[in-house]
């Protein structure tokens, strides 16, 4: 018998059977805020005018400019690669650098996109605890990009991640330093938010602290983690920057004929603070898995938790007993295999939390 050639479409991390409905491997896999499906129904209803230019459409952008405290342009996507492409092509010319963590997504998991977006101009990794970017490290990386020479790139933006990859967030203050530094040596700022409504809520802050007062230019807003179908959406806080938006936005395949759609996504997702009362869910299962595994033996976190995501070193005996409880576990790169990554949603009910607990009795501390 000829051995299974593996489906091209296959994740290399993630099986293709079904998802349980016990399962903590991603925020991904959930599915979308009854709420923002009531709002697509609603807003299907008659015909009204295509690109942008229905009445919805041009609300989002004085909805987004209330909630953030500041002028905002935004440009629905369907995809966080596709808004973290876009926002950085619209700030990052071909010779540019982009400075980013080492770990970003828009290193590890985005296939080139923010290259493409800029048609070449290049991504410099950096190093950092916990996924993060000291103000120390950016300024040494910046010095031999501050002599004006020629043959090197031109030092042209920073991207930072909110939530990073591995489930930390920035401060205002943190993030308030690297963009000054930035800011010092005329390089924009853009915010990979796919998780920033979590960062937000953990850090107690408004979305203009996190954002523009802060010193972001430009912000991958995420949706599709918090509730949303098939929306994300780069929020621009600079004019100029919003009139290279529009053209990349279009020239991109994604303004949509029938925008309304998205934009029903935009409205209803922050309208009576939903994203917020969402990303606490999330962050709050998140802690509660937490407390049930770190009762056991031999289990220790590898990062903070400060969102929804975690982790964490789990011994065989605690996975198999997980295992046998209906769980499966996402094994994430360790040198001794034991790392596994957890990560809590908005849409987790109780019985599927307490199953949880429930599945660790008797191998761990009550």
Known sequence: ?????????????????????????SDNAVGADPRILKALGECNEGSTTAYGFDELSVEVNRIYSALFEHEAFVFATPTGTAANGLAIGAITPTYGAVFCHEHAHIVTTECGAPEFYSSGARLV????????????????????????????????TLSL?????????????????????????????????????????HRSLSPAAMSWQAGIDVLSLGLTKNGGMDVDAVICFDA??????????????????????????????????????????????????????????????????????????????ITGALERGGFRLRPWPSPANDLFRLVGSFCDQEEKLARFERALEGICEP
């Open 1 to 25: 018998m000829q051995p299974k050639t593996p489906s091209l479409f296959a994740s290399p991390s993630v099986p293709t059977a079904a998802i349980s409905p016990f399962d903590f491997t």
């Open 161 to 201: 991640t909110q939530l990073t990859d591995v489930g930390t967030s920035y401060s205002a203050d943190e993030l308030g330093a690297l963009a000054e530094l930035a800011r010092a040596a005329q390089i924009r700022v853009h915010m990979d938010g796919a998780r920033f409504a979590n960062a937000l809520v």
């Open 240 to 317: 100029e920057i919003a009139g290279v938006l529009r053209y990349l936005h279009k020239r991109a395949g994604f303004l949509y004929s029938k925008m309304r759609f998205a934009a029903a996504q935009l409205r209803t997702y922050v309208a009576a603070g939903l994203w917020l009362e969402n990303a606490r869910r999330a962050n709050s299962n998140a802690r509660r898995l937490v407390a049930a595994l770190l009762r056991c033996a031999g289990v220790r976190l590898e990062h903070e938790v400060q969102g929804n995501q975690l982790f964490v070193h789990i011994p065989p005996a």
């Open 125 to 156: 990794l950096l190093p950092g605890a916990s996924h993060k970017i000291s103000v120390n490290t950016l300024s040494d990386a910046l010095k031999p990009y501050q002599m004006g020479n020629l043959h090197r790139l031109r030092a042209t």
